[in-house]
């Protein structure tokens, strides 16, 4: 059974910094890329960001560029999200999810497991 499970939400200020971490078990595929993607209350789930298998590509919102950091861990079944300079409008629970893809998706149906969420808010 494929298991997805966040860690490292919070509260923090406008400015600070948090470090997601998701860890998966049980994946099947021998190669998978995986994103961070992000629900604010009253609004549409959306793409944060995307790494590819190898970690050699990534690819990040406009909304988060230059501010957050996507990298996996160097056994390849962990993926963090450095997030720097918060602003409120990061408030959201932040998903992982994983794609039997090797290459980055932005599309959330391109995405087979997905997470259950990690809290992130963000104080002015």
């Known amino acids: 059974q494929v298991q997805l499970v966040e860690s490292g939400g919070g509260f923090v200020q406008a400015g600070g910094s948090l470090r997601l971490s998701c860890a998966v078990s049980?994946?099947?595929?021998?190669?998978?890329?995986m994103g961070w993607f992000r629900q604010a209350p009253e609004k549409e789930r959306e793409f944060v960001a995307a790494?590819?298998?190898?970690?050699?590509?990534?690819d990040y919102a406009d909304s988060v560029k230059g501010r957050f950091t996507i990298s996996r861990g160097n056994a390849k079944n962990t993926v963090n999200l450095q997030m720097n300079s918060l602003k409120p409008e990061d408030t959201a629970i932040y998903y992982c999810?994983?794609?039997?893809?090797?290459?980055?998706?932005?599309?959330?149906?391109?995405?087979?497991?997905w997470g259950r969420g990690t809290q992130v808010t963000v104080s002015s």
């Open positions: 049980g994946y099947t595929f021998s190669t998978y890329a």
């Open positions: 999810a994983a794609t039997s893809r090797s290459r980055i998706i932005h599309f959330q149906d391109g995405y087979d497991y």
């Open positions: 790494i590819s298998w190898s970690g050699a590509n990534t």
